[in-house]
């Protein structure tokens, strides 16, 4: 295991920032085809990217620290609901508003992080459960800031960089939500194979020998979690800035159940399987939900028994798999 992630995830001598450079134009050129071959889908595009930050946030913390949680919509929707309050008092610049819901998701993550990891097992699963179930519940009963049940709307940021609207054909909220992702994909892979992302997936195999070893476990998982807060504070505010209204599924159980579906889908531990598993799963449960409105959660539900079955890691490892294979033979080796 060791062995493999030296080989694959540390930049080699000569091709530095060669794993970068791969994921931002990968990003790049997905998100040109979906703008200019989808151009009257650019609104589902736009959520789908959104919810993608969340998967990703996921993965950080279960696919690289072994974390239980099914609280993580939690940090999505708090900060969805500070980007709103903060755009409806005033700040409208999405830019600003983008660092709101960073820094929001980031204490958030800190916070619950704080918590959650200081248990194993099943007592960590019912934390986490009982922080979304909480966080939902003042969702729902503090209506001065979230608007209850009926959800908080009036969200208007300025056009971007006072030049670029966000209008009803979303063609400006796809194009930054891209970007947007683009960025912190191009970071977050180098954050996963940098040493303190490697010491992660090490507590993750065995949290014990990481202690022997002198690296403490619980400050590192808790700062994982606050960039995993982060990653979801971005998806919350691209939500309500492109959206302009937040609502109660932004934190609830479903949403968390959901993405973490999302992850299993695409495989955990691995962030274009992260990426992978979120689209696949939401452009299928698209498609599906408008052919067959009645029946569609059982064709979802038989492509997650088809998957689970024939790929057990998810299908980004298979994909990450062929990409080594045509690497290697390349080189030559």
């Known amino acids: 295991m060791t062995e493999q992630i030296i080989k694959y995830d540390v930049p080699q001598p000569g091709v530095p920032f060669q794993a970068e450079a791969i994921g931002l134009l990968t990003v790049a050129i997905v998100g040109a085809i979906g703008y200019f071959v989808f151009p009257d889908d650019l609104a589902f595009l736009t959520r789908l990217i959104s919810i993608t930050f969340l998967v990703l946030s996921l993965d950080l913390v279960t696919g690289y620290c072994g974390v239980a949680t099914l609280g993580q919509a939690a940090l999505f929707g708090v900060s969805a609901y500070a980007v709103g309050n903060a755009c409806i008092a005033g700040v409208t610049n999405p830019l600003i508003l983008l660092a709101v819901g960073a820094f929001t998701g ?15 097992g099943l007592p960590q699963l019912v934390l986490s459960i009982a922080i979304g179930q909480l966080v939902s519940s003042l969702a729902n009963k503090l209506s001065s800031l979230t608007g209850g049940s009926d959800g908080l709307s009036g969200i208007t940021p300025a056009p971007l960089f006072g030049m670029f609207s966000f209008d009803m054909y979303s063609r400006t909220s796809y194009v930054f939500s891209v970007v947007t992702l683009a960025v912190v994909m191009t970071l977050l892979l180098r954050f996963v194979r940098s040493p303190f992302g490697l010491l992660c997936r090490g507590i993750k195999d065995d949290g014990l020998r990481a202690l022997m070893i002198g690296a403490s476990p619980y400050p590192r998982l808790v700062i994982m979690y606050g960039v995993s807060g982060v990653v979801a504070g971005l998806g919350g505010a691209l939500m309500a800035i492109n959206t302009g209204v937040v609502g109660l599924d932004s934190v609830s159980f479903e949403r968390s159940a959901e993405v973490l579906v999302m992850l299993v889908l695409g495989g955990a531990g691995n962030l274009w399987g992260a990426l992978t598993g979120a689209v696949i799963f939401q452009v299928f449960e698209h498609i599906v939900s408008a052919a067959n409105p009645f029946h569609w959660m059982t064709l979802v539900g038989l492509l997650l028994i088809v998957i689970v079955i024939f790929a057990p ?10 990409w080594r294979s045509l690497m290697q033979r390349g080189s030559g080796r």
Request: hydrophobic share 50%; charged share 10%.
């Open 106 to 120: 980031m204490l958030m993550g800190l916070v619950s992080g704080a918590l959650i990891t200081r248990f194993q």
């Open 313 to 322: 890691r998810g299908i980004g490892y298979g994909i990450v798999s062929f």
